[in-house]
Structures are given as structure tokens and as C-alpha cells.
């Protein structure tokens, strides 16, 4: 599966309502927010005038191309000590802005179509890409239990979801993400290794030079 340059001539997914399997316990849900857009947007605006996007340090010391906030009880941060999640925002000190109502909404649904009943997440990254920004790839292991999902949300600007295998080595898929699509992966495939692809210039009618992803975890 290598869907990539043709589709990009498009907004959204030109197949929106498909549930387009990536493993035994993965499938992107194509367009299944488009919904919720509006109200996801306006909570973002507040989220991210508690706590403004940066760009982080990982523990090898580069600073990160994709610039990053968090939402939840707990929010996933990196500096020289290494990856974690914690209770509060280490520039402000104060606690993370509360799980929007949307965001917890959208993040069990599409946790429930894709198999995975019960879904409770206590933490959403948002991540914020500019053209030129990558994610090398990497596996989700940081959060305390692996046997919940990962649910994450593409808004604006069409991107490359690189989709690899157990071991880093592994060729990934390049699965082409459109505003509105939702990855979700758990169980036998929960921890594959993924990322994104450096993104195109483009521009999107909502949300401009940018693409944003929300991806939801019980890290707790």
C-alpha cells in the first residue's frame, strides 16, 4: 500500500467513511472526525493559550521539528533526562489544560470502530507541523500499560504516515493521511514503528501552512 502523490491533489480522503486496515489491530478511519472539526478547533485555540506550542529537546539533544502541546491529566514532554509523561507543564509549572469534552469524545469513538471498546484516554499530544517537519521512526512505549490504543487524529494539511514493523529496520508503508482521518493501532500491532514523512508544501483552506495531529493515549 503506497498511497502517496496523486492523492494529494486532494482535501480529504477521497474515500471518506472507508475503515482501511494497516494490521490485525490497525486501520485508518478515513474522514471520521470532519465532523467534529469545528468544535476540535475552537478547543485547541484554548489549549494552546494555556500552553503555547514548543519545540522540545530530545535526550540526544536536537530540538524537535515538530513543535508540541498536551491536553490531559497527564502530557507527554522530552528534555537531556529523556521521554515521559508528567502532571504539569514544565515551562509554566502549572497542570496541562484540561481533555477537552470533543477531544474524549472523538478519541472513544474512533477507538470503538476500530475494535477497541472502553477506551479512557488521560493524555493528547498535539503536535503542530510546518512544511519541512518529519517524525523520524519510533514505537509509543512510554505510557504505563500497553494494552490500550493509540488514536491519532490528522487535521489540515496532507501528510505521509510512514507505517513500519516491529523491528526499526523494517520498510515502512507510506500511507497518505488527509484533514479529518484517524490512525488507531493497539494489541498485536501496538507497538510498531511509525512516523511522518518530511511534509510537503501545501495549504489548507482552515488551517494554512500546517498540518496538526492529536493523538490521544492512557499513558497513566
Not at 34 to 59: N, S, Y
Not at 99 to 126: H, I, K, N, W, Y
Not at 150 to 172: E, N, Q, Y
Request: with cysteine; aromatic share 8%.
Amino acid at each position: 500500500m503506497d498511497q502517496t502523490a496523486p492523492l494529494f491533489d486532494s482535501e480529504h480522503a477521497p474515500n471518506a467513511g472507508a475503515r482501511e486496515p494497516l494490521g490485525r489491530q490497525a486501520c485508518v478511519l478515513r474522514g471520521l472526525a470532519l465532523p467534529w472539526v469545528g468544535e476540535l478547533l475552537a478547543a485547541l485555540q484554548d489549549i494552546e493559550a494555556a500552553a503555547p506550542f514548543r519545540h522540545m529537546e530530545t535526550p540526544g539533544g536536537f530540538t524537535m521539528s515538530v513543535a508540541l502541546t498536551n491536553a490531559g491529566a497527564l502530557g507527554w514532554t522530552t528534555d537531556r533526562s529523556g521521554y515521559r509523561y508528567a502532571a504539569r507543564d514544565p515551562v509554566s509549572g502549572q497542570p496541562w489544560p484540561a481533555m477537552p469534552a470533543s477531544f474524549r469524545q472523538l478519541a472513544r469513538s474512533a477507538a470503538q470502530a476500530a475494535g477497541f471498546a472502553g477506551f479512557e484516554p488521560d493524555a493528547s499530544l498535539v503536535n503542530r507541523y510546518l512544511p519541512g517537519a518529519r517524525l523520524s521512526l519510533h514505537q509509543d512505549k512510554d505510557e504505563r500499560s500497553l494494552d490500550h490504543p493509540v488514536v491519532s487524529l490528522s487535521l489540515g494539511i496532507p501528510a505521509l504516515f510512514l507505517w513500519g514493523g516491529m523491528k526499526r529496520t523494517d520498510k515502512p508503508l507510506r500511507i497518505a493521511l488527509f484533514h479529518g482521518d484517524v490512525v488507531v493501532w493497539g494489541g498485536v500491532d501496538r507497538l510498531r514503528y511509525h512516523g511522518i514523512a518530511p511534509l510537503k508544501e501545501a495549504s489548507h483552506p482552515l488551517l494554512g501552512r500546517q498540518r496538526i495531529n492529536i493523538t490521544w493515549r492512557k499513558a497513566g
